[in-house]
């Protein structure tokens, strides 16, 4: 019996320790995410289900990473784009690249755009900010809170 005690301490010890792991930030953003808010330096453009938004345009926002590496882009404007996506390794960054759609790469871009990451993710809700001024924007920093579904 006093054997069974000093095994089974041990083990009861190991299995009630382990704790789960967080979910990396790679799997976190994998998905289809809308517009919750949208502000061009700082000022209000946009908040889901809002009466007085200054462009109504990020309401068909969507920024789909749902397929690792590969991104779809519909921007406020209503245009399309595809191309690829990396995550930083540090987690603080999101670039897209090789965007195309039918016009071309999105304006003033040469197909590429890149995110900071702003805050931590969650499985419901990505920040975003440009890290350059947006032509699209009025040459503005856009930050974007991002919600799935």
């Known amino acids: 019996m006093k054997n069974f005690i000093w095994i089974a301490i041990p083990v009861f010890m190991l299995l009630g320790c382990s704790k789960d792991e967080p979910t990396p930030v790679s799997e976190l953003i994998k998905k289809s995410w809308s517009v919750s808010s949208a502000q061009w330096d ?5 908040t889901k289900g809002g009466s007085s938004n200054l462009v109504n345009g990020y309401a068909q926002f969507k920024l789909d990473l749902s397929v690792a590496g590969s991104v779809t882009l ?11 996506y990396v995550l930083a390794t540090d987690n603080s960054k999101i670039t897209l690249s090789n965007l ?10 040469s197909g590429t755009l890149e995110f900071r990451i702003v805050g931590t993710p969650t499985a419901t809700t990505l920040g975003l900010e440009t890290l350059t001024t947006y032509i699209k924007a009025s040459n503005k920093r856009v930050n974007l809170a991002l919600v799935n579904p």
């Open 74 to 84: 519909t921007e406020f404007d209503g245009k399309q784009f595809t191309g690829t």
């Open 42 to 46: 700082g000022t209000t453009q946009y």
């Open 100 to 109: 195309k759609g039918s016009e071309g790469a999105p304006t003033g871009t």
